[in-house]
Nanobody, 131 residues
């Protein structure tokens, strides 16, 4: 069974940091591009960041550029989203999604934001930025 499991979410004060993890099982994650998306309350899914299958190409939404860093550890079949200088507008459910192949979805225009556009989709982890 293919699974993507996100973890690392929580409640943090503005300016704080969190590291989200996306662990994969059931498929060869090391050769899959991976994308982080988020959904704020009452809003549509928003693309956040993508990393290509080789890990060399990384893309970020303008709203998180300079604050978020995407990375991978193939030995653990895990992708990470390091988030610093968090803002209240970063609040939402964060999802990881994977697509077999090396092409990072962040390089595609328009960037896919529907679960139907991805081969695998996690259950999400809640991030709340509030004082």
């Amino acid at each position: 069974e293919v699974q993507l499991v996100e973890s690392g979410g929580g409640l943090v004060q503005p300016g704080g940091s969190l590291r989200l993890s996306c662990a994969a099982s059931g498929f060869t994650f090391s050769i899959s591009s991976m994308t982080w998306l988020r959904q704020a309350p009452g809003k549509e899914l928003e693309w956040v960041s993508s990393i290509g299958g080789a890990g060399l190409l990384k893309y970020y939404a303008d709203s998180v550029k300079g604050r978020f860093t995407v990375s991978k550890d193939d030995s653990k079949s895990t992708r990470y989203l390091q988030m610093i200088a968090l803002k209240p507008e970063d609040t939402g459910i964060y999802y990881c999604a994977a697509e077999p192949g090396f092409v990072a979805m962040g390089s595609v225009r328009p960037i896919p934001t529907s679960p139907d556009d991805y081969a695998y989709w996690g259950q999400g982890t809640q991030v709340t930025v509030s004082s």
